[in-house]
């Protein structure tokens, strides 16, 4: 209904059509069936759970499908969906105004405007941030015409990303000592990388993930740019479908740069000029060579060594997306850029709640849980938010999420499974924690974080089936000292001590 000066008057607006702010909305409709929920959201398309599994008592697992919103209506009638991005908000008259002119008046909102690439320059038009699906397809057309490219970064995307392409060149500079950092330590990276350098591939286990794209974004010319518009981030299978390869005619060839970061990129013009050498790609122990080809665009990387390409690829992780609602906002910011939240999911302004990536946990956290930027974060999150904000709108109390109790992610790597519990790396642990590791070359990864005899992380790749018994031995904080390194010897069903 429209209230003063023609703005629309509704209970409960979420901004964000990714999965925090769709899943939100739809805990919203489902505990106010009368009400109207206001969903304002840039894109055409909104990001639907599908396929959900609880796996255990804090693993989940899910599809992720991007869908037109007229479905998410249909499943919810009582949700509107707006498609329009914020221009700004005015906490303090409970305001929001979108960049098509309209106003809405919310009595609870909740920001889930997710996060956006953390680019390593802008505005080149040879560095592509990889993001969402948006990204993704225009990076897929410029690999097409490539024979080398420079990937930047260290996270999952990277990761996936230089596990997939083929017939092309790779050079991946990482800021760590071993790959996948965020994830994994040394001894998971030794264990993944024989995958990487792996001439044949087994073929891909068939992803039931569905597609919908946003089609009729052609672009002519260079390298295709990735619109500025903020689509929603990719989940763990985004590459599926997408067809990477270059032109050239091996299979796979990834060179790894480690300890090092971009120092800067030079165009082609601009390193003529520098008239310093640039190294072809190494090929076994001799060192790399000068290269002769004349490449569109060179990286210096700290080390000191340039390397030419064809384009960039950053993938550098994320900043929280808060600018449309910083001015004028008194807002409590996290460290990492995000709107503070406590553990209610409130931000530091009356009736605005926020989940997701734009989000920064300020609460106490529980000492197994920590926040990482993920898609069953801000599934998590979405729908608690949404518990908090009914609550309060009802003046009833609640109590934390059992899902921050205990960190527990899965996903897949190189086709391996790979779940993480806890403090899988060690996290804040200090000096003073031990590791228990098993390792089967080419079948299974299983690493165990102890202190003071409790278990308080696990790294599982393969098909270990210890997730259950290892998310309760974390969850009850059992002493387990007496086992020693007894707990991972393969001969002992471990199991059957802790059902």
């Given at each position: ?27 919203l ?6 009400e109207?929920?206001?969903?304002i ?6 990001k639907?759970v599908t ?42 008259e ?34 592509l ?16 015409q ?13 990761l ?9 060149e ?28 792996a001439?044949?591939r ?22 295709t ?26 299979s ?34 001799k ?7 004349l ?10 060594k ?12 994320v900043v929280?997306?808060v ?23 409130h ?11 734009i ?15 993920l898609?069953t974060?801000a599934?998590q999150?979405?729908?608690y ?34 779940v ?75 199991e059957?001590?802790?059902?």
């Open positions: 209904m429209a209230g003063a000066g023609g703005a629309v008057r509704g209970r409960f607006a979420v901004v964000g059509g990714g999965i925090a702010g769709v899943t939100c909305a739809e805990k409709a489902a505990e106010f069936p009368s109207d929920i206001f969903l959201t840039a894109s055409p398309v909104i639907a396929n959900f599994k609880q796996v255990s008592k804090t693993l989940e697992e899910f599809d992720v499908e991007e869908q037109p919103s007229f479905l998410l209506q249909k499943r919810y009638p009582n949700i509107r969906v707006i498609q329009s991005g914020v221009k700004q908000m005015k906490s303090d409970h305001k929001i105004y979108t960049e098509d002119g309209k106003a809405y008046i919310y009595e609870k909102l909740c920001l889930c405007a997710g996060a956006k690439p953390k680019l390593i320059v802008e505005g080149n038009p040879y560095v941030g990889i993001r969402d699906t948006d990204s993704a397809q225009a990076f897929q057309k410029n690999l097409a490539a024979e080398r490219i420079v990937v930047v970064g260290n996270g999952g995307i990277a996936e990303l230089v596990y997939e392409i083929q017939g092309c790779v050079i991946w500079a990482i800021k760590d000592k071993a790959i996948g950092n965020p994830f994994f330590d040394e001894g998971a990276a030794e264990f993944l990388l024989p995958k990487l350098t001439e044949s087994e073929t891909p286990i068939e992803c039931k993930r569905t597609k919908y794209t946003l089609e009729g974004s052609k672009e002519k010319g260079g390298p740019e990735a619109s500025d518009k903020l689509g929603s981030a990719l989940g763990p299978d985004w590459h599926e479908g997408l067809h990477l390869k270059g032109t050239k005619e091996f796979h060839q990834v060179h790894i740069e480690i300890l090092c970061e971009v120092k800067t990129i030079h165009l082609q013009q601009e390193f003529i000029q520098l008239q310093r050498t640039s190294v072809t790609f190494p090929k076994g122990e060192n790399a060579e000068a290269d002769e080809v490449w569109p665009v060179y990286v210096e990387l700290t080390n000191g340039i390397y030419g390409c064809n384009f960039i690829v950053s993938a550098t992780g929280p997306n600018e449309p609602f910083l001015d004028g906002n008194n807002f409590a910011v996290g460290e990492d850029g995000g709107l503070k939240v406590d553990k209610h999911m931000t530091s302004l009356t009736d605005v709640y926020a989940a997701g990536d989000c920064t946990a300020a609460w106490e956290p529980s000492p197994v849980w920590h926040q990482m930027r898609w974060q599934r999150m979405g729908w938010a949404a518990k908090c904000m009914a609550a309060d709108a009802l003046g009833e109390s609640i109590d934390t999420d059992f899902s921050f109790e205990l960190f527990a992610h899965i996903t897949k790597f190189f086709n391996y499974k790979v993480v519990l806890g403090k899988f790396n060690a996290q804040g642990l200090g000096s003073d924690h031990e590791l228990i590791l098993r390792c089967t070359k080419g079948h299974e990864y299983v690493k165990v974080v102890m202190q003071n005899g409790r278990m308080m992380g696990a790294v599982l790749i393969g098909e270990t089936d210890l997730e259950e018994t290892f998310e309760n031995l974390i969850l009850n904080q059992m002493d387990l000292s007496a086992y020693g390194e007894d707990l991972l010897n393969p001969d002992i069903d471990i059957d001590y802790f059902d």
